[in-house]
């Protein structure tokens, strides 16, 4: 999940489109489903949407665009939508079902393996990986896409971005780490104060007891990741999958032997990077460049 957006099992799935909205994609009608049944009961207690946005701390015009299917409400929005309004769980029972839709098409499946996840071992080439960024980093990378994304798109997918970090918070905790190429770390999307932002949240991160990260050097002879960046992901049962993405398509890789490759291959690549103690020092004297 380099750049954060995946397949199902050794398929490909049609890259995103720009500006593309909510009802564009197969999982519309859940979110257009929601928007109406929040509005059914929003006018079921008496509540204009000036009224009821004041409860639940969002503008009328955000309350507009839920309730018309046009953005997608985060999960602070439909638990305080529920608890206002009396739906006794009827809003929160349709929340992952709304998460989800929060990606686009191709990375559903991806971002659901990862949220329950044992183990999650990425390799990163082009960009901070996701679960690393802040939103002001993924916001200018957004921002660069060609074709371009309109501005609620990107807000949406910042959002969602975000959001999967949660997993830092889950016990018990998985098992993370990151192999991030130099090049990504000097890589200076949105300017020197985002990247400054980004790279002091991975010195951040890689304080915490399950997650390690290091740094490829450029200057190594002997780099193993020529093919490309890519995710390995544990679940339940200790089966492992593996995550590939280029140029907006996808695959999920399960076949054994195929998934067996790919985790030799990250094993040499972590023992030809720098140690997680090395990584820190490297960071930190970027950080004293910028």
Do not use: C
């Not at 739906?87 to 659901?112: C, I, S, T």
């Not at 830092?168 to 190429?181: C, G, H, K, Q, Y």
Request: glycine residues 8%; hydrophobic residues 40%.
């Amino acid at each position: 999940m380099q750049n954060d957006d995946g397949a199902v099992a050794g398929a490909e799935r049609e890259p995103e489109r720009a500006g593309q909205r909510p009802e564009d994609e197969p999982n519309a009608g859940v979110v257009t489903a929601f928007g109406r049944q929040l509005k059914l009961l929003r006018l079921r207690a008496g509540l204009d949407r000036t009224e009821f946005g004041k409860l639940v701390g969002y503008a009328a015009q955000s309350v507009a665009s839920f309730e018309q299917g046009r953005r997608i409400p985060p999960p602070r929005f439909i638990d305080g939508a529920d608890e206002v309004l009396d739906a006794g769980g009827v809003l929160k029972a349709l929340k992952d079902e709304v998460a989800r839709a929060q990606y686009p098409a191709f990375f559903r499946d991806a971002a659901r393996l990862e949220s329950e996840a044992l183990e999650l071992f990425l390799y990163a080439v082009q960009a901070v990986p996701g679960l690393l960024q802040t939103e002001e980093y993924t916001r200018a990378l957004l921002a660069m896409r060609r074709p371009l994304l309109d501005t609620d798109t990107i807000e949406q997918r910042v959002t969602a971005r975000i959001a999967r970090q949660d997993i830092f918070n889950r016990w018990p905790a998985p098992l993370i780490s990151f192999v991030i190429e130099e090049a990504v770390l000097r890589r200076p999307f949105g300017g020197r104060a985002v990247m400054r932002g980004v790279l002091e949240r991975i010195l951040l991160i890689g304080q915490k007891r399950n997650v390690e990260i290091q740094a490829m050097p450029t200057d190594r002879e002997d780099n193993a990741g020529v093919d490309g960046p890519f995710t390995l992901i544990t679940h339940k049962g200790g089966d492992q999958v593996a995550y590939l993405e280029v140029q907006g398509r996808s695959i999920l890789l399960s076949d054994r032997d195929d998934v067996r490759s790919v985790a030799a291959r990250y094993g040499i690549i972590r023992s030809q990077a720098l140690t997680p103690r090395e990584t820190t020092e490297f960071i930190e004297k970027l950080l004293g460049e910028l």
